[in-house]
Every structure is written in C-alpha cells, then in structure tokens.
C-alpha cells in the first residue's frame, strides 16, 4: 500500500489532527485497485485515535495488533502533568512490539527456509550448514524488516494531538508536525518540507489541507501511488470530519491545474565571463 500522510494544526481554538490517504493497493506484480482502507481506528473509554496504515495489508493488521495493547495504555492516562512520561512510555512499549513482531518474522523465516527454528539455527547453524549457505541466512535475516508502517494519530491528556510513526526498521519516531510512510511518502515530504515555517499551533485547517493534498498530488508522480483520496479531520480528540465532496473540489481545482509559468528571458540575465589575464612572470633572481 502506498501513501499516507498525518499532520497537526489548529481548528476554532483546538488541537487537530488531518489524515490523508490514497487507497490503492498492489494485489501482484502487476495488478493494483483502488480499493484498500488504509485507517484504522481504536476506542479507549472517551479517547479516540486513528492509524494509518502502509505496507502489505496482513502484515500491517499484524503490526497494529502488537502495538495496540501500548496504544490503549497511553489513551488510558488522564494527568497532563505527566505527559512526557506517557509519551516515553508509549514509545517504548511500542518499540517491545516491534521487537516481538520482528522475532516472530525471522523465527518464519529460518523455519521456512531451513526446516528449524531460529535457536537451532543460531546454535548449530554454522557446523550444520555450508559458510556460504550460514551466511546467506544470516545476511537475508539482517534485512527482514516489518513489511508495514504505521502513523499512529492520537491525543494526549490535555487534547493536544500527536503523530508517532513506526517504520519498516521497527524505529519508532515522534513527529512534531506532520509525517508520511508508504512508497510515495518521499516526495510527499519533500513538498511538507517546503514549508519551513509549518507550526501546528498557528497554521489553519484549510491551509494545512491544502498542504497535505498539495503533496499528495505531487506525490501521484509515482505509478504506485493512487488518485483516489480521503481526508479525515479530528479536532481536540473529540469531533471527527470528513472533507466533503464541495471542500475536496475546492482544494482539487485550486491544485490539479498546475501549469509551468511562461518565462520572459532578458538579454540582461547573462553576463560574458572573462578569462583572468596572467600574472606576469616576474624573475627575482639578481646575477
């Protein structure tokens, strides 16, 4: 699955957090649809969060599972006072699932590809196995990564959103602002980035919408990333909206039409370069 972004702004005096999504998804080498929800969504009592997903579907399901019982916890916590120590917490029980996740994974792989576990393996794989086929394994192990990337959206104790992505690696990173994963997060977030002054407390709805689907349509560049497009809104952890199909047609005729400016070019613009004169070669030397 292909792109997804998360950011945060300020809606009527509140905390906001804005998903942006494709839904296109490859079912085979060649084959893709437009058909695969990429949001997913977990309630804790009165809190409310939303994960976007990227990465191979089952393996993504997977993924959030593991981290849902880290997720939930965090929702649970009340006191603003202690929200740094929440987030840790957070970050770090997220960081046991993807370690679990990834153990699970390779102890498949060495199963699959050996007909043994990944103990046997690590205890006798070197006297059982050829060198080259050890480390072959070996080498195929240490780039298993998790087939799948989360945006994790929620908010904490004093409704103020937050983003947290885990990434293919099982690195788990809070973002401040605004975060992208799938295969079209890279030109998604070069067109974010161009925004240098991006500040969650002071940018509005409408202009952090425009931003995201600014780059989202850049982002459809990539064959892998698919036009179709969902917005979803959720304000002080509370409301939830989505862009209708009069607000999307707004953004979209402002966007789509981009056309590369004319350019008047003036004989003006260019100045001669002139070769440097030699210095003359001066003998110092006296006879």
Known sequence: MT?????????????????????????GTLIT??????????????????????????????????????????MRESNPADTDLHIDALLEGLRAACRNVKRKLVNHFVSMTLNMDFEEFSKHGREWLRESHYDDVWHEIRHLNLGAELLIALFDAEQYGQ??????????????????????????????????????????LGACIYELLRAKFAAERSRD?????????IVGGAQKYSISD???????????????PKITFAEDFLEEDIPAKPEPNVDNDVS
């Open 33 to 74: 649809s437009d058909d695969a929800d990429k949001l997913r969504e977990i309630e804790e009592g009165e809190s409310h969060c939303s994960i976007l997903i990227s990465g191979q579907p089952t393996r993504a399901d997977q993924l959030l599972n593991a981290c849902d019982p880290a997720i939930r916890g965090y």
């Open 225 to 233: 990333v698919g036009t179709g497009t969902s917005v979803d809104i």
């Open 163 to 204: 983003i947290v992505r885990v990434d293919l690696s099982g690195e788990v990173h809070w973002e401040n602002d605004y975060s992208t994963i799938g295969t079209g997060s890279d030109i998604a977030q070069a067109f974010l980035c161009q925004n240098e002054m991006y500040d969650p407390d002071t940018i509005t």
């Open 3 to 27: 792109l997804c972004i998360a950011a945060t702004c300020t809606y009527q005096a509140k905390s906001t957090l804005v998903l942006c999504r494709d839904w296109q998804v490859n079912k």
């Open 246 to 260: 009069k607000g999307f047609k707004y953004f979209e005729n402002k966007l789509r039409p981009y056309k590369i």
